[in-house]
Each structure stands twice: as C-alpha cells, then as structure tokens.
C-alpha cells in the first residue's frame, strides 16, 4: 500500500489550503482514511478521518474551519481547510487504516504565517 500527498504550502493566517492523498495497492473496500498531524516538539494527533461509508470525525480545534471528503472507488481522500491559523502549522499525514493495519503517507508541511 502506498499514499501520495499533495497540496501542502504556506498561507497566511484566514487563508485556505486543500491536501489530495491517494492510496494504491490492495485495498480492502472498508477501511478508513484521514490526516493526522505533528508540530514540532509535539506528539502527532488526529485532525480528520472518514470511513468508507462516509462518517466523519473531526477534532475539536479543526471543527467548522476543515473538511474531509473521499472519493471512495478510487481510494483518495482530500481535506479543505480554511481560516487557518498559525496554530495549525504542522506537517500533515495521510493516514489509511484496514484490517487494523495502519499505513502512513510520507507527510506534506503546511506553513501558517504572515
């Protein structure tokens, strides 16, 4: 299994940013994929998952400003974040969970500053 990230970059703060992730390989049809992110000195944490029939989680601080959607024939997932803030700065995963195995994309920075 294999994830591609795209999308990452620096906005200012209010500005928006969409991240692409593709999964290739085999691929159990129910899975679930998401993001995650780390900042520096910082554990990694969830930001968004969603599965296969479509149900959303979202953390706390990203509630109303991200959104993640999925093309599920094609096993992509895409997460459109505005409003950004300086807090969100952090190097974003796609994440792809199936059969309680967990595969991790390579990670794409994204840089909020002024």
């Known amino acids: 299994v294999q994830l591609v990230e795209s999308g990452g970059g620096l906005v200012q703060p209010g500005g928006s940013l969409r991240l692409s992730c593709a999964a290739s390989g085999s691929i159990f049809s129910i899975n679930t994929m998401g993001w995650y992110r780390q900042a520096p000195g910082k554990e990694r944490e969830l930001v968004a998952t969603i599965t296969s029939g479509g149900v959303t989680n979202y953390a706390e601080s990203v509630k109303g400003r991200f959104t993640i959607s999925r093309n599920g024939g094609k096993n992509t997932v895409a997460l459109q974040m505005n409003s950004l803030k300086p807090e969100d700065t952090a190097v974003y995963y796609c994440?792809?969970?199936?059969?309680?195995?967990?595969?991790w994309g390579q990670g794409t920075q994204v840089t909020v500053s002024s």
């Open positions: 994440h792809l969970l199936v059969i309680g195995v967990r595969h």
